[in-house]
T-cell receptor, first 115, second 113 residues
């Protein structure tokens, strides 16, 4: 079984400041890792994913994440946030070897960007 | 390329009734998954269908069921609705291979009164 922990339920930050959203996971099998963003009354949109290779992954809207296998973490970062980045962010994992597409999500982190 | 389409967007039902939600995946996608999103429990997996077969199921009571048609469209049904079933129900489609990303619809907001 897999579990995902997002350590902060809410992260307030000022516009143009850097931000890091933390994600740790637990799994008995190897997993793929994802970050999704959800704007109010919308579905989820993929920001980035880690499948293999370089542990630093770049995504859309200037976001990047680093996979750390020893710490089982996949933290999301952005060097300079905009008001439009205000949204809820979800970290998710999916087993590599299983035949199905089930995602296990964290509880989400609400990013609040103020001017 | 059209995205994942969920209908209806909003529903209000009374306790004890049943409801059917629909999901049309991206063309060519054979896997459809359903998730329930609530403020208290977050995003929880309901079930996944691939080529009309359920290949994984989450920990939900039997009142929750689903199916997939030959054109990959999927429906989920909830019978004997309870107040706690009020949630945003999200559908996601993937091509189905390992590591492929899931594309989500905008969801159906179900309110049970």
């Amino acid at each position: 079984a897999q579990s995902v922990t997002q350590l902060d339920s809410q992260v307030p930050v000022f516009e143009e400041a850097p931000v890091e959203l933390r994600c740790n996971y637990s799994s008995s099998v190897s997993v793929y890792l994802f970050w999704y963003v959800q704007y109010p009354n919308q579905g989820l949109q993929l920001l980035l994913k880690y499948l293999s290779g370089s542990t630093l992954v770049k995504g859309i809207n200037g976001f990047e994440a680093e996979f750390n296998k020893s710490q089982t973490s996949f933290h999301l970062r952005k060097p300079s946030v905009h008001i439009s980045d205000t949204a809820e962010y979800f970290c998710a994992v999916k087993p590599r070897e299983m035949g199905y597409s089930t995602l296990t999500f964290g509880k989400g982190t609400m990013l609040l960007v103020s001017p | 390329k059209a995205g994942v389409t969920q209908t209806p967007r909003y529903l209000i039902k009374t306790r004890g009734q049943q409801v059917t939600l629909s999901c049309s995946p991206i063309s060519g996608h054979r896997s459809v998954s359903w998730y329930q999103q609530t403020p208290g429990q977050g995003l929880q997996f309901l079930f996944e269908y691939f080529s009309e077969t359920q290949r994984n199921k989450g920990n939900f009571p039997g009142r929750f069921s689903g199916r997939q048609f030959s054109n990959s469209r999927s429906e989920m049904n909830v019978s004997t609705l309870e107040l706690g079933d009020s949630a945003l129900y999200l559908c996601a489609s993937t091509i189905g291979g390992p590591g492929t990303e899931a594309f989500f619809g905008q969801g159906t907001r179900l309110t049970v009164v």
